[in-house]
């Protein structure tokens, strides 16, 4: 993580450059995060710099604002917010072979730092960008695809001819998972609101539910799969459409193992690093045999904006920033 202000450095070398860092000083709503100037940190053995050119707007973003997160990041504050990004390396530590100055990457972070304008990241988080990929798009995947496909993953059961459900299917990482268990061979049900049904309907969903409209417990039934991208409201629900051996995953309710009824399997599941499986999927995305849907690209200073909006609710797809804006 990268959350120091100035570190400190030898007197006697040339100072690394200054840039901004979007950090939070205090827990609260959106004027707890403000832009400071920060030096960029030098990089240690198996470190590497990197200029972030973009990076993926995350729902955990304003969870971590608000403190929701306190358990699971013990932050030192004022500590500098985003998750994952794309950029080109400036500078590598001793150790460091596998990437070189000028390349252009990307990566999740594991941790905090990315909304800022230099970061110091261990090298084994990197891949590289593929040359046709644009920073925009790559800093849209490492979150949202790495999370839809491991999640698919957690049933451990063959995908073909299963009937999967996806709840906030028109998300970031809901616009990947349908793309993913479509690709598998199962069946996909899933639910959106009135002005992203097209979107999902495009992405190869077989069943889309408007859930403005329609309960979606009424229209599908004996599903293999339910994937949770929204939380409580619909976890509750969904239990009575499972299958006999069905299995609810969620990402969006920490609780969803407790809440199971007898009988019922609900599993909680978070992204884990995957170098190799990002850069397959990067590369998918590069030559067009998967939809990186981008809804919004803001400019660096309307970070914590978009931050709110991702709160409340926003277009079909990824907000990104870009940080050459």
């Known amino acids: 993580m990268n959350h120091s202000a100035t570190p400190e450095r030898d007197n006697t070398s040339e100072p690394l450059a200054q840039g901004r860092a979007l950090r939070l000083h205090v827990y609260g709503g959106t004027d707890s995060l403000k832009v400071d100037t920060v030096h960029a ?3 240690g053995p198996d470190q590497v710099l990197v200029q972030v050119k973009a990076a993926g707007i995350n729902g955990m973003d304003w969870k971590v604002r608000e403190g929701y997160l306190r358990e699971r990041f013990n932050l030192v504050l004022p500590a500098t917010l985003g998750i994952e990004m794309s950029g080109v390396v400036l500078k590598v530590g001793s150790n460091v072979k596998d990437v ?3 390349e252009r990457v990307m990566a999740a972070l594991g941790g905090l730092g990315a909304y800022a304008d230099h970061l110091v990241i261990n090298a084994e988080k990197l891949i590289k960008t593929p ?3 644009s920073d925009i798009d790559a800093a849209a995947l490492p979150v949202a695809a790495m999370t839809a496909w491991q999640v ?3 049933a451990e059961f063959d995908l073909r001819g299963k009937r999967v459900l996806i709840h906030g299917a028109a998300g970031g990482v809901g616009s990947f998972a349908v793309q993913f268990a479509k690709a598998a061979g199962a069946t996909v049900y899933a639910t959106a609101s009135t002005k992203s049904v ?3 309907q495009a992405l190869g969903a077989d069943e889309v539910i408007d859930y403005q409209k329609q309960k979606f417990e009424l229209v599908a ?6 994937v949770d991208l929204v939380g409580r409201p619909v976890v509750d629900k969904s239990w009575a459409i499972l299958s006999h051996n069905g299995i609810l995953v969620s990402i969006a309710a920490t609780d969803v193992v407790a809440r199971a009824p007898e009988g019922r399997r609900g599993v909680w599941f978070s992204v884990k690093p995957d170098t190799a499986r990002l850069a397959t999927i990067a590369h998918q995305v590069a030559d067009g045999s998967l ?12 970070l914590d904006e978009a931050i709110e909006r991702n709160r409340t609710g926003h277009a079909p797809g990824k907000t990104v920033a870009d940080f050459t804006r």
């Open 221 to 226: 039934s004996n599903i293999d799969l339910v």
């Open 198 to 200: 097209a979107h999902v």
């Open 100 to 102: 070189s100055v000028g």
């Open 41 to 43: 940190a030098e990089p």
């Open 291 to 302: 939809r990186s849907v981008i809804a919004e690209v803001v400019a660096f200073e309307d």
């Open 152 to 154: 698919l993953q957690v």
């Open 131 to 133: 040359a046709n990929l």
